[in-house]
C-alpha cells in the first residue's frame, strides 16, 4: 500500500504537473495585469450640462431675437433677469485616469447671452476658468470687479464639485 501512495506522489510531483501549475500562474497573472490596466490606463472624460453645438455662437449675431437664440442654442440652463434678461448655458468637463479615481476638472465653461429691453441680443460672453479668474474669451477681457462677477461665481461654485 506504501508503494501504491509513493508512486502517485511521485507521479503528481513530475516535472509534466509542475510545469502545467507554472503555466496556470502564469496564466492568472497575465489577466490580473490585463485588469489592473484596463482599469488604469484607460482615462475616462465627461461632459456635464450644456454642449455647445459647433457654430452656434456665430448664428447669433447682435440685435437677434429671442426666439432666435432658443432656436439655435435651446434652452438655457438659468435665466437672470437683473438689467435686462441673460441666458445661461453652463459646461463642465472632466476626466479621471481611472475608475477608482476622482474626476479632474478640464475646463467649466458660461456662455452668457445679454437681451436688452426689446428682448434682442446685446452682447454675447464665453465665460471661462483661466487661471483661476473667470475670463471672457470672446471679448478677451478678465473682470475684475462689478456685477457679473458675483453672479458667475456661484454658477462655479455649484459645477465645482470638490
Wanted: glycine share 8%; net charge positive.
Amino acid at each position: 500500500m506504501i508503494d501504491k501512495i509513493q508512486s502517485c506522489l511521485n507521479r503528481h510531483s513530475s516535472g509534466g504537473t509542475r510545469a502545467r501549475w507554472r503555466g496556470i500562474r502564469a496564466l492568472a497573472a497575465a489577466m490580473a495585469c490585463l485588469a489592473l490596466a484596463s482599469c488604469w490606463g484607460l482615462g475616462e472624460e465627461f461632459q456635464k450640462g450644456y454642449i455647445l453645438p459647433t457654430g452656434a455662437l456665430e448664428q447669433i449675431p447682435i440685435g437677434a431675437s429671442q426666439d432666435q437664440v432658443l432656436i439655435v442654442m435651446g434652452t438655457p440652463s438659468t435665466v437672470a433677469t437683473l438689467n435686462g434678461e441673460v441666458f445661461y448655458y453652463i459646461s463642465q468637463r472632466t476626466e479621471r485616469a481611472a475608475a477608482f479615481m476622482p474626476d479632474k476638472v478640464i475646463d467649466q465653461r458660461v456662455i452668457a447671452v445679454y437681451f436688452d429691453k426689446n428682448r434682442q441680443v446685446r452682447r454675447l460672453a464665453n465665460y471661462g476658468l483661466k487661471d483661476g479668474k473667470i475670463f471672457d474669451f470672446i471679448g478677451r477681457t478678465t473682470t475684475t470687479s462689478g456685477q457679473e462677477l458675483s453672479y458667475l461665481q456661484p454658477l462655479f461654485r455649484l459645477l465645482s464639485f470638490n
